[in-house]
């Protein structure tokens, strides 16, 4: 069974910064390191939302809402994928998860990212 969990997430004021980290078990390595991975986040009531992807050769794509600003990444020996985040603003409060690209498996816990003065 894959588990996801994510990390990284607290309270950062306006402008600054966190790095989130997405761990993945009970998958054969060499799996992880052929699939996208991808990060999503959800506000209350809001349909989650995917704000970035890496394939598995690192191409990465970002919602428009954070381009310039995210920087997604993966250590496939670690079977770890990262999402650095900068010049964080209000909006970017959510609950942030991870999540294989094409081919989804259950949902880890999240971790809460607020950001506020």
């Known amino acids: 069974q894959v588990q996801l969990v994510e990390s990284g997430g607290g309270l950062v004021q306006p402008g600054g910064s966190l790095r989130l980290s997405c761990a993945a078990s009970g998958i054969i390595t060499s799996v992880f390191n052929s699939n996208a991975m991808a990060w999503y986040r959800q506000v209350p009531e809001k349909q989650r939302e995917l704000v970035a992807s890496i394939t598995k050769s690192g191409t990465a794509n970002y919602a428009d809402s954070v381009k310039g600003r995210f920087t997604v990444s993966r250590d496939n020996a670690k079977k770890k994928a990262y999402l650095q985040m900068n010049s964080l603003k209000p909006e970017d409060t959510a609950v942030y998860y991870c999540?294989?690209?094409?081919?989804?498996?259950?949902w880890g816990q999240g971790t809460q990212v607020t950001v506020s003065s």
């Open positions: 999540n294989h690209l094409n081919y989804p498996t259950s």
